[in-house]
């Protein structure tokens, strides 16, 4: 079990970046969902032992990390949000290298192992490529090879699917999902889809500052009801723009299609109920958020 | 261009630029060097008058400027730039906005321009602290001490030497570097430039100036040179131009400095052009570039790049039976090791400048230089220890920065997350990257080595071994790169950022140098032994191999030490700043340091035991005081008192080469050469003797001792002509303990050799008070001054006794060693498994010594030469010599009153050769290690002139005062030329008196120069008055008076002196010769120039024309004399060469045609000269028969 206690980063300047966050993590697939700058990748490094917090403690299995990082290098699989690799390495090269950093073993041999995982992600025929040639979505699923590798107890993933095409995509989700079986996977993401493919539960931050912490249908039960679906030209967009919580408003043959939040069950005219969507409890806990703390100058990285 | 864009990246840069720590460093580098020379660390133009109250050469005028310009820019800023130029592109593509900047209007020009410009903005900035620096310190806060050596302010002598030496160092350096960056976008490789034009410049371009270089050439080098220092140095430097003319004239520039600043500012601005085409290029290409560059083997170009491939049967993870755990060291290790080697072997650096370091590290090798300019004899010793510097200093710079480069390579591509967060060791990391780049040096000696071995072989004439290689680069070299890459790791893993780790690691380089330049180093300091190693093929490293060892062992163990402390500092984990401000309190800094404490113990206590072993050595604290006590205690007392004649010497002495050990007991019988009573008389002891023991008249004696004084008080005043016998038994060490600071010594006890002199009271008493002991800078005074008729009546010798002595010399040491003293050889016994040589004097002598080894022997003609057998390559020419020397100067001087002459080998500790009567100790680095051949003939010429001094010292000792050493010493090189020009004929004569000339034209002080009946060897530039100018003045006055009328004079001079009891002073030898020269007005001319005062010729040719009449050509010039001296002169119109320069042979063909000018100081002479051939050169004096100034110009081609 992963457990953060009130944990708080402030960088020089000062910018609080993390504002007191407490969690306790499971075993299976956990969402960190927050827009950009919320501290969600701040928070994935001092998981990750990379990034020494100001205050506050994290235990991994009882271990702590903040004051012993090591204790969870052995049992880490990290993919960074933004991350290179030695550019004149092959794919092949680069990873058995990874793997025998992180002392990783199978019953074939590490170069079978390498073989396995490039082929899992997709990158077997460039396997004896120089790196300095991969494109960015290559480079992405040589890092997600790396990641999985071993037999990790937690998986700590920063916006994996930046740069990944939909069919790799669907591809990193399948071994995600089979990973978070045993352990646990901490996935931060600002794509809603992501969350309510994989996870079972979520946590939303915003400012540094922890405003949900659910499951992906507790959380569109809790707008039931209140969620109403219609058109308006733009003239009339601008008017419910200033009267309701607008989730999502999309352009059709010249027509504004769109979502609307109502707590007060007060909908638009012309607007009729409808289910609503993980996207829509993401904006709204956004917008009830902001409406309860408006965001000042330097308060979150 | 636009303006806006192009001074938006210009401020951004230069904004950047000057808060980096790098900045910063470098301006309080260059005030606290502008500190340092204003109160007066260095100097740089030796021109001035010694003397106290002298005109002294200012530091503030604009030559000082210029020299300290040209040095200091060149060494300082040329880092700096190259760090800050050529990164300026390639930070840009790290922090990756590159591609943004370049989707904006901003142009190729505006951003290569703005960039490069900003990088010279920054060091223009530097360049006017340092101005200002210098300015204000000379002048606004001149230190007092040094007054005399600030001239009046006047603001052009500074401004005008950073204009001309600086700026083109600048715009050179910055484009280069720039280019570099931007054309390879690979940090690695632009360090490379420095260094390469470091080495080659400060080692090649600055040092290499052989007298035989083409004048070509060494233009061409002029040309060549960056920071203009070869041009100043030999232009207006190296021949002294006096103080007036340093101190108040601006630097003269010619064509060549100025088309060398031309030169070098143009290549820096092109080199800034190129970049902008080149920058625009690959923009403009970009995309189908890198396409191209990625294309997989097999692309034929058709089809698009395939990223990815339909998807396999998908298996689940767990089939795959992972497991991972926290790696070993030995399992992390390796791989780290390989993975950082194949990064750097995609470094084009290495392909592109080993080559260069090769190339530069061959041509060093053979042109190794020795004493008087001669060109060496590369062993693998010589080039293993000649080398070290180079290599030691390159590759510590290339250590640095790729260390650097390494530990900050997973920060630069990316990679860092991922391998911070594998659950690798820190030890494993550092130190694997610390091995690759150790192997990268090792690549490097490797290279060297190879070098090394194709000169030896390249050179012909001796063998090839390893084992000096394997010992100097192996055990001496390794650790500093050991050590040097260690602490860099460490710099780097505290501070974090590279600009400080370079700043940090190039100052203590600098400082290194500094403390080493100012004398101020000794072994605990040495880090990279610098300046201390002085090899010797007949005993590796025998003088201080202790020091070495414990030097080594405290630089190995200081490379664990900082490998800890890497580890331990370097942070994978970003800290946090109130985390990192709690490691920073005391009670977790001393918790660190107690952690660190049993790698101290090593590095603490070899550091401990070194300093006691300096202190205590013989150049050391301890007996530095006992020297200024015997000084202080005894000066006033005991100089100039009287004290008897040594009538004979008895010895009998114990050496023991493995411990360097020797023993003595003997007896002097002494005699008053005076007319009065001597009631008393002081004796020195030696240093470092235990046991001593003395007697008096055969009685045990306790005399006074004052600091190692010894006074005997006889029981009754010894009467005029009395004698007394004194005793003496002791025990000793020689050396006693080890050097300050590596290097040699002139006398030792080694299992390599012997040395052990009458001169110094090291081994045995020396009667009187020893004038020189204790002296230093602190107390150092003037030389005494005489009166002008100091030389009337009897006057004293000017070294040793009054009278000759005769000696019966018995040495012990092991059998395998030979033993040669003065005097003949009486018996050789072996007692108690023990050699004993037994050497008695045939005619008595003044000084004596011992010298052994063990050696192979040459016997000729009365003369034995014994010599290392490995250094066979001379031997013939010098025995060749000794045979010549001591028949030719028997029949000029006087018949050789001793049975046989001996020259012996020693071990390279010490670059002499010293003339003891029979027994002539020769350095193995002179003569016997020279590339002999028909141009130097440096193993005759060093032959020749010490065995002169059999005659010129041993037979006749000239007097005590001014002139006297000039006398000796400047008779036995005019006896070289004597014998040159008898057995080596012309040419060979010719180049000697050359080089002679060429030495005293370089080193020469013109303001302290002074007649060589007023030379005491005092002043700067004494030496070369006392040996090459005092020669040319006796070859010339010979010329003058007619060889055998000279010759005839010299052997009556002779005879008259040699027995004392006056001896001669130099106003006594021309007195003496003038009555056999056949013109004596002539002669007193030429004495009242050449003896009485300091004249020098200097010719020029100008207005040459020529015209061809009927049957003749006729060649009119000018011949001016611009230098001070007054004297017939043949000038000469030849075709063709007149020497082989291989064999020294007279090459049929020649011709010329010559006339005789004499014009005066500053007089022009309109001449003509006829030929009955097409002449295509006109030169002075070419039978090399007048010294001169600058003979190079004294030439001049006819077209």
């Given amino acids: 079990m992963l457990e953060i206690r009130n944990l708080v980063k402030v960088y020089p300047g000062p910018v609080a970046a993390l504002q007191g966050i407490d969690l306790q993590i499971e075993n299976g697939m956990f969402g960190l969902l927050g827009p950009n700058g919320a501290g969600k990748t701040t928070l994935m490094r001092i998981i990750a032992g990379l990034l020494e917090p100001t205050s506050g403690q994290v235990f991994f299995d009882g271990a702590d990390i903040v004051r012993n990082p090591d204790s969870i290098r052995h049992r880490l699989g990290y993919l960074p949000q933004e991350f290179g690799f030695y550019p004149n390495l092959t794919g092949e090269a680069m990873l058995v290298f990874l793997l025998k950093l992180k002392g990783i073993s199978a019953p074939g041999g590490i170069e079978e192992l390498t073989r396995d995982l490039l082929g899992r992600v997709n990158l077997t025929f460039a396997a004896r490529r120089r790196i300095k040639g991969y494109s960015g979505g290559m480079r992405q699923r040589l890092g997600v090879a790396q990641a999985i590798a071993g037999d990790p107890s937690i998986i700590v993933v920063d916006e994996p699917t930046a740069g990944l095409d939909p069919e790799e995509r669907l591809r990193f989700y399948r071994i995600l999902a089979e990973l978070a079986e045993d352990r646990i996977v901490l996935l931060s993401t600002h794509i809603v889809e992501d969350v309510a493919v994989l996870c079972s539960k979520f946590a939303v931050i915003r400012n540094g500052r922890l405003i949900a912490l659910t499951t992906p249908s507790e959380a569109r039960e809790t707008l039931k009801g209140r969620i109403f679906e219609g058109t308006a030209d733009n003239g009339r967009l601008r008017d419910i723009e200033t009267t309701h919580c607008v989730t999502k408003a999309m352009l059709i043959q010249g027509t504004n299609h769109l979502r609307v939040y109502s707590p007060a069950m007060d909908p638009p005219a012309g607007f009729q109920e409808t289910t609503p969507t993980l996207e829509d409890a993401y904006l709204a806990l956004m917008a009830r958020a902001a409406a309860e703390r408006p965001v000042s100058g330097k308060t979150s990285r | ?1199």
């Fill in chain 2, 1 to 1199: 261009m636009n303006r806006i864009r192009f001074f938006s990246v210009f401020r951004r840069e230069l904004s950047q630029n000057v808060r980096r720590p790098f900045f910063w460093i470098m301006i309080l580098l260059v005030l606290f060097i502008g500190f340092g020379i204003s109160k007066g660390n260095v100097r740089v133009v030796a021109s001035g008058d010694a003397e106290i109250g002298g005109t002294k050469a200012w530091i503030t005028s604009e030559f000082s400027n210029a020299f300290f310009d040209a040095v200091l820019i060149f060494i300082l800023y040329i880092f700096f730039i190259s760090v800050t130029a050529g990164l300026s592109v390639i930070r840009d593509d790290e922090q990756k906005i590159t591609e943004l900047l370049h989707s904006t209007p901003l142009k190729p020009s505006e951003y290569v321009w703005g960039k490069a410009l900003a990088v010279v903005a920054v060091f223009l900035i530097v360049l006017s602290v340092q101005v200002s620096a210098s300015m204000f310190f000379n002048h606004a806060v001149p230190h007092t001490e040094n007054i005399e050596f600030f001239g009046p302010f006047q603001a052009a002598h500074y401004i005008r030497p950073a204009v001309i030496f600086g700026l083109p160092v600048i715009f050179f350096i910055t484009g280069l570097t720039f280019l570099m960056g931007e054309w390879t976008r690979n940090s690695r490789l632009l360090f490379f430039l420095p260094v390469i034009i470091l080495s080659v410049t400060l080692f090649f371009l600055w040092e290499w100036s052989p007298s035989w270089l083409d004048i070509r050439i060494d233009r061409m080098l002029m040309l060549s040179d960056p920071a203009g220092l070869r041009w100043l140095s030999q232009t207006w430097i190296k021949v002294d131009q006096g103080t007036q003319f340093y101190n108040h004239s601006r630097v003269p520039m010619d064509g060549i400095i100025i088309g060398n600043r031309i030169l070098f500012t143009v290549l820096g601005f092109a080199a800034i052009g190129l970049s902008q085409f080149h920058f625009g290029r690959v923009l403009r290409r970009s995309k189908s570039w890198s396409l191209k560059r990625r294309n997989p083997p097999g692309y034929n170009g058709s089809e698009t790049i395939r990223t990815t491939q339909p998807a396999a049967a998908y298996r689940p993870l767990g089939e795959l039976g992972m497991t991972g755990r926290t790696p070993s060291f030995f399992e992390t290790f390796p791989a780290i090791v390989r993975v950082e080697l194949r990064e750097l072997l995609f470094s084009a650096g290495l392909y592109l400048f080993v080559p260069i370091i090769l190339l530069n590290a061959f041509s060093d090798a053979m042109t190794s230089v020795g004493p008087m300019d001669t060109p060496l004899l590369t062993t693998s010793g010589l080039f293993a220890v000649n080398s070290m510097e180079p290599l030691t200093l390159t590759v510590c710079l290339l250590l640095m920065f790729y260390m650097v480069e390494s530990a900050r390579r997973e920060k630069a591509t990316g990679l860092a997350p991922v391998y911070r967060a594998s659950p690798v060791g820190n030890f494993a990391v550092l130190s694997g990257k610390a091995a690759a780049n150790g192997l990268v040096g090792v690549l490097i000696v490797l290279v060297f080595l190879v070098v090394g071995i194709t000169a030896i072989l390249v050179q012909g004439r001796v063998p090839v071994e390893i084992k000096p290689f394997a010992v100097v680069w192996g055990l001496l070299l390794f650790p500093t790169f050991v050590a040097w890459s260690a602490f860099a790791m460490v710099v780097y893993s505290a501070t974090r950022n590279r600009y400080s780790t370079y700043a940090v690691c190039l100052s203590v380089l600098i400082f290194t140098g500094y403390r080493q330049a100012t004398g101020h180093m000794n072994w605990v300091g040495n880090w990279n032994l610098w300046k201390v190693l002085q090899w010797s093929d007949m005993g590796v490293l025998e003088m201080d191999r202790y020091a070495l060892v414990l030097n080594r062992i405290m630089i190995l163990g200081l490379a664990v030490l900082f490998t800890v402390l890497a580890v331990k500092l370097f942070e994978r984990r970003t800290p946090d700043a109130s985390g990192r401000l709690n490691r920073l309190q005391f009670p977790v800094l001393l918790r660190l340091a107690a952690t660190l404490i049993p790698f101290m113990i090593i590095p603490l206590a070899a550091g401990i035991v070194l300093f006691h072993e300096v202190g205590t050595g013989f150049q050391g604290s301890v007996r530095e005081k006992a020297e200024k006590d015997y000084w202080r205690h005894n000066l006033a007392t005991w100089k100039d008192t009287p004290v008897p004649d040594i009538a004979h010497v008895d010895l009998d002495v114990e050496l023991y080469p493995e411990t360097r050990g020797f023993a003595v007991s003997g007896t002097y019988r002494l005699i008053n050469p005076s007319d009065k009573p001597l009631r008393r008389f002081p004796v020195t002891g030696g240093p470092d003797w235990s046991n001593l023991a003395w007697t008096l008249a055969g009685k045990p004696y306790e005399p006074e001792n004052r600091s190692n004084l010894y006074v005997f008080t006889p029981v009754q005043a010894m009467a005029s002509g009395e004698t007394i016998l004194l005793g003496f038994t002791y025990e000793g060490i020689m050396p006693g303990g080890i050097t300050r600071n590596g290097g040699g010594s002139r006398e030792f006890i080694l299992p390599s050799g012997v040395v052990l002199t009458s001169f110094n009271p090291e081994f045995v008493p020396d009667l009187g008070f020893h004038e020189e002991v204790g002296i230093d800078e602190d107390n150092r005074y003037d030389a005494k001054v005489y009166p002008d008729d100091y030389y009337e009546g009897i006057t004293g010798p000017f070294i040793g006794p009054n009278r000759p002595f005769t000696t019966d010399i018995r040495v012990e040491l092991p059998v395998e060693y030979t033993a040669n003293s003065v005097g003949m050889l009486k018996n050789r016994r072996i007692e108690n498994d023990r050699a004993v040589y037994h050497w008695i004097t045939d005619c008595p002598v003044r000084f004596f010594n011992i010298v052994a080894g063990r050696w192979d022997v040459r016997k000729g003609d009365g003369t034995a030469l014994y010599y290392h057998p490995g250094h066979g390559y001379n031997v013939e020419v010098i025995g060749q010599a000794m045979d010549a020397a001591r028949k030719y100067y028997s029949d000029w001087f006087m018949p050789y009153p001793w049975g046989e002459l001996k020259i012996s080998e020693f071990p390279g500790l010490a670059y002499y050769a010293q003339g003891f009567p029979t027994n002539i100790t020769f350095s193995e680095a002179l003569g016997f290690l020279a590339k002999d051949d028909p141009r130097t003939q440096v193993a005759f010429f060093v032959a020749a002139h010490e065995i002169a001094h059999q005659w010129w010292a041993n037979i006749l000792m000239s007097g005590k005062g001014p002139g006297g050493n000039v006398f000796l010493e400047g008779m036995a090189n005019f006896s070289s030329i004597l014998l040159f020009d008898q057995v080596k004929g012309d040419y060979a004569r010719m180049e000697f008196c050359r080089r002679l000339e060429h030495d005293y034209g370089e080193n020469r002080q013109k303001d302290s120069e002074r007649p060589l009946v007023k030379v005491d060897g005092s002043r700067p530039g004494d030496n070369t008055v006392t040996y090459n100018r005092s020669a040319w003045i006796y070859w010339m006055m010979l010329n003058l008076m007619g060889r055998e009328n000279a010759l005839t004079g010299i052997r009556d001079f002779i005879l008259a002196y040699r027995d004392g009891p006056d001896h001669p002073a130099l106003q006594d030898f021309v007195e003496f010769l003038k009555r056999y020269a056949p013109d004596s007005g002539e002669f007193d001319r030429f004495v009242a120039q050449f003896f009485f005062d300091t004249a020098l010729p200097e010719y020029r040719i100008d207005a040459v024309e020529s015209n061809r009449g009927d049957d003749k050509w006729w060649i009119r010039f000018r011949l001016t004399n611009a230098g001070t001296g007054e004297i017939s002169v043949d000038i000469a119109a030849t075709a063709g060469k007149r020497f082989s320069d291989d064999t020294g042979e007279s090459v049929p063909g020649y011709r010329e045609s010559r006339i005789t000018a004499r014009p005066g100081a500053g007089e022009s002479l309109e001449l003509l000269i006829a030929c009955d051939f097409e002449p295509e050169r006109l030169m002075v004096d070419p039978d090399v028969t007048v010294l001169q100034l600058k003979r190079h110009l004294a030439a001049a081609s006819i077209k």
